[in-house]
């Protein structure tokens, strides 16, 4: 089952719910009571199957029933696919287990057995009985055949209520964070209920990940021995996630941003440290991955699926943002690949990426790319790769429109690294982007420009922080508690379009929590005068003029 | 004296001088060596009078060329007033005193006595010998007089060489820092050699600041008990930044920025927390002290005397920015005031800071305003009293064109708080200014706009933290290192118009700064990615363009 905070499985349309059904020859005489309690399904829900010498076939049926339950996602079917549902969802009980037993005096039959009897001697009847509280669910019938039934008609009554995706994102090329600032931040991540640490863990500037397979990647990119999160680094820091209710979705970026693995493979990368490095690149050093050749598309395959194969989380990123043509129009190794094969650079990276995301895919993983891979390439991804939307809100409608779902990172709201300037040795001038309050990230409604039919779509969100110019030094002000706002934007559900959450209703619950997270250790950073903070409304700028 | 780490006295055009003026009757018969060896005067410079029985009019004189030589204030009259001496001084040697004696066998009389000689009679010949080296600096006579004339000349050879100011701003009142977080930015403060700490500490939000005789502003005013500077708080961060080379200049804002002081005087405060607080103050809560009644100047001028006294700087800063006309507009007590007198809300401002400063000049005090002071109202300010320039940086041409000194601080280059985005309660998609990163404060030119003869006006700058979404939390980051920038402007000289600094060659240099910092606790920003940070220019734009 994917990570228990992740999902929230639910029963719904159940509650007191004793379905009879009684077949016998053509005459049906049914007796049922039905509600509309709606219930929560534990992670941890089980048949308790009390039955002894149960058959193979009732165990088999057991175990189909519960690999339905944790794999089954359907949604509702209703506008929103239950978006709605929030307020029944916030003091639904929860239903732990269901007991399946046989009426006292039924012989122990396989269902194969029961099932082929003749008619008018099979027992089909079976009581599913589930109290509003969830408490003592019962299946109880007089034979195999009908606890078969009735777990069909169980496995027919829950849907998928997925948790939305409530991320915070985190570069740890740019600058090392050392384990224990990443576990304070999955502290206060967990203190503000998100569930996903979408750990950018690579980029062009520091290869600082320890692979069992590939140890010079991180023994020569990374910036120093000391700056390595080595493989048990990574357990603790996902084993630590998960105990805080977060799913670790690791970011190998690539086929761009790995300037870096030249320090190990300079075979592999093209345009390496090439100048002016902004004709070859984002930002300095340039160098990507030559794509184009298979040994680096089976090393770069293999190299996900080794680091994918130690996580347990379903989501892995591939990246694929920011790939620079220019970096391989004069590549003598590309070029020639491509003069080889007939290929076009689009079509080699459609080989590549359907190659990389195979294997990941055989991993069972989901793979998770940004949007230019869906946007600006010609290539055939996965129908359930989900794609982050980044470049701008504006961008989500478009990658919808090819059925994909999406994890809304939008800079234009999300980026916590924005605002803190130009970051070039030269150019003082130069600006970015402005600094993104809490208040403006909480106005971004994630259906904005959507269909209601696309609205299922949107898996969720996160607040992300690139590291240029970041570290251990400034992640807690630059982070907290501003990454809150996209928390609990996701937390409330999808807002409907146009409906965004209120700031001056938020704003005290906001000062609480950043106060709180002062006072467990996290510096984050005031977001008024402290006399504004003990005074909900009288710092506002519009309340008193009535506006 | 000064803060000796402020002023830097110092003789220039001395060097091996010796000096003997031999006077008989009409005819000069003089001897003398002189050289241009620039010599720095110690802090700890004194007369040493090796003369057993010294007359009194003899101490008097060496009093008072120690009282000349730590109070004359004459720059050297070239063009940038000894701007330029910068590499003469970064090699010169210190004298620490002047040793006085009277020729073996010379009588011990008073100046008074020998003066009235008839001519031919008197000893007016001295031999004045300053080495190189500053060492064993002899003035020598055969009288009294004789030392008088050598003394004469002594005070004729040196010339102030102020040590600009070097400052850095924080507000303590819309967020509290404990006196450990002072302490730490203080330290940072010396490492970059910053000489000046302009403590903002009190505002309208909170006035944390004990005052024996006023113990209800803190009681009353402060955030909570736990958030006072106490008097001996104030005397330990005075003396940890003496120690550390740094002046604290303290600011009491007046007579707006004061709303909190009506939490223990109501009675002088007007439009106190009056609604809408934006057509009141420039931010929540509204209230500045009714400076037009009597009883509050004398209230501000017994203040700010018994604060002022307590502190060892000779600047003192009475604020003075903002100051909101509506709320004066219909204030009972004002306007009763003003009509009882016959006065103008001008004119009582006038009354109010002419008492209120001359009771800081009569503490030694200079006064210190923010520009609007100078710009905004017809008020008479003491030529001496110091401007500090903050809401343009183009404004500094105008507040000298009125002949005062300026401390540049401008918002637009030097505000550390800029950029953090807007805090008012509801008001998301508001903007401020963008953050000034370091390299956009180093290309501050602080003669802009001036003449040459307007040079010597400008003291020096500082960068600045307001505090209304800052904290100890965050303070490290936000101020460091970027408020080295100026402190490298500043140490540098005035630069000629136009010659900014080179960001390009300061940037390796302020890297080092910053990881040096960071290793020494303080939670410095990175500048640019650590790749960046190892290899000077490869991280500039435009360099590899070559343009």
Same mark, same amino acid.
């Given at each position: ?11 719904? !349309? ?17 007796? #049922?009571?039905?509600?509309? %309690?709606?219930?929560? =399904? ?11 010498? @149960? ?29 709605? &549902? ?31 009897? +003749? ?13 509003? &509280? ?5 299946? %109880? ?30 570069? $740890? ?6 384990? /224990? &600032? ?18 950018? =863990?690579?980029? #062009?500037? /520091? ?67 090439? /100048? +002016?490095?902004?004709?070859? /690149? ?35 990123? $591939? ?24 290929? %076009? ?15 990941? =895919?055989?991993?069972?993983? $989901? ?23 980044? =470049? ?37 001038? *130069? ?79 906001? !000062? ?16 008024? +005068? ?7 409304? @009288? ?6 003029? *009535?506006?």
């Amino acid at each position: 089952m994917d990570d228990p905070n992740f999902r929230k499985p639910s029963t719904d !349309h159940t509650g007191p719910v004793t379905a009879g059904h009684m077949q016998s020859s053509l005459a049906h005489s049914n007796y #049922s009571r039905t509600g509309l %309690t709606t219930l929560k =399904i534990s992670p941890a829900f089980y048949f308790d199957v009390e039955i002894e010498g @149960a058959p193979s076939d009732l165990r088999d049926a057991v175990a189909q029933s519960q690999y339905y339950l944790e794999n089954d996602k359907l949604g509702r079917l209703v506008v929103g696919r239950g978006a709605n &549902d929030t307020t029944a969802f916030a003091t639904a009980m929860t239903l732990s287990k269901l007991t399946l037993s046989l009426a006292s005096r039924a012989a122990v039959e396989p269902i194969s057995s029961e099932a082929v009897k +003749p008619l008018g001697t099979r027992s089909e009847e079976y009581a599913l009985n589930i109290p509003a &509280d969830g408490s003592a669910a019962t299946l %109880t019938a007089n034979s195999t055949l009908g606890l078969y039934r009735g777990l069909t008609t169980f496995n027919q009554l829950f849907y998928y209520y997925g948790g939305p995706f409530r991320g915070l994102g985190l570069d $740890t090329s740019r600058h090392y964070y050392p384990v /224990s &600032d990443i576990q304070r931040t999955l502290d206060a991540m967990s203190w503000v209920k998100i569930n996903t640490f979408h750990w950018h =863990i690579t980029d #062009s500037q /520091s290869f600082p990940l320890e692979v069992a397979q590939y140890p010079e990647l991180a023994i020569n990119g990374a910036y120093s021995p000391q700056e390595v999160y080595t493989a048990s680094d990574v357990q603790y820091i996902v084993k630590y996630a998960a105990a805080r209710g977060i799913d670790v979705m690791m970011e190998i970026d690539t086929p761009g941003h790995t300037a870096i693995m030249a320090a190990a493979y300079p075979e592999y990368v093209a345009c390496f440290e090439a /100048s +002016p490095w902004a004709f070859f /690149s984002g930002e300095p050093p340039a160098g990507q991955l030559r794509f184009a050749l298979p040994e680096v598309t089976n090393f770069t395959a293999s190299l996900l699926t080794n680091i994918a194969k130690t996580l347990p989380s379903h989501y892995f990123s $591939t990246g694929g943002d920011e790939i620079n043509k220019n970096c391989y129009a004069d590549d003598y190794p590309t070029q020639q690949q491509l003069k080889r094969t007939g290929m %076009t650079l689009n079509g080699a990276l459609d080989t590549f990426t359907q190659t990389t995301h195979g294997a990941l =895919i055989v991993q069972g993983k $989901t793979p998770v790319v940004w949007e230019e891979m869906a946007l600006d390439w010609n290539i055939t991804l996965s129908n359930e790769t989900i794609v982050m939307v980044w =470049i701008s809100s504006a961008d989500a409608a478009a990658v919808v429109e090819k059925g994909f779902r999406i994890i809304q990172a939008p800079s234009d709201y999300f980026y916590l690294d924005s605002g803190a300037g130009e970051w070039l040795g030269d150019n003082p001038t *130069g600006s970015s982007g402005p600094f993104r309050t809490w208040s403006e990230a909480y106005t971004f409604d994630p259906l904005a420009n959507l269909t209601e039919a696309q609205y299922e779509l949107v898996l969720g969100g996160e607040q992300i922080l690139w590291s240029e110019q970041s570290g251990p030094q400034n992640v807690d002000p630059i982070v907290w508690p501003r990454a809150a706002s996209s928390a609990e934007i996701f937390w409330s559900g999808k807002q409907p379009t146009g409906a965004a959450l209120n700031v001056t209703e938020a704003l005290p619950r906001l !000062h609480d929590v950043r106060y709180r997270m002062v006072q467990r250790g996290i510096n984050a950073i005031p977001l008024q +005068p402290q006399w504004c903070a003990f005074r909900p409304d @009288a710092c506002d700028m519009y309340a008193w003029f *009535g506006t």
